[in-house]
Nanobody, 126 residues
Framework: VQLQASGGGLVQAGGSLRLACSAS??????????IAWFRQAPGKEREGVSR????????VYADSVKGRFTISRDNAKNMAYLQMNNLKPEDTAVYYC??????????????????WGQGTQVTVSS
């Protein structure tokens, strides 16, 4: 099972980026896994950003990104996405995608996820 995050880059404040998380090795079980996005800024702990359930029917967001970020998934392609709009300098971080199958609705706690991607850097300039 592997996850790979991509789509990061350098953007000005107020701009947008779309992150992608590709999954491999899940066989036909990808839609049983919740997918989450976490981020870690320099000198800070990793924090949960958003999570979507396997069916895509339920999603949650950190308060800091509500109304600006949207999580989605395409189970036919084994992909998940994080659309980030109105980016702020404080969104600068390495963004990771993670997967969990054990819980119906895992929380935004990194201890609840078993599989992790390698991270993609997002830098927002002011």
């Amino acid at each position: 099972v592997q996850l790979q995050a991509s789509g990061g880059g350098l953007v000005q404040a107020g701009g947008s980026l779309r992150l992608a998380c590709s999954a491999s090795g899940f066989n036909s079980d990808y839609d049983f896994y919740s997918i989450a996005w976490f981020r870690q800024a320099p000198g800070k702990e990793r924090e949960g950003v958003s999570r979507i359930t396997g069916s895509g029917g339920n999603s949650v967001y950190a308060d800091s990104v509500k109304g600006r970020f949207t999580i989605s998934r395409d189970n036919a392609k084994n992909m998940a996405y994080l659309q980030m709009n109105n980016l702020k300098p404080e969104d600068t971080a390495v963004y990771y995608c993670a997967a969990d199958r054990k819980r119906l609705r895992p929380r935004l706690r990194d201890s609840e996820y078993d599989y992790w991607g390698q991270g993609t850097q997002v830098t927002v300039s002011s």
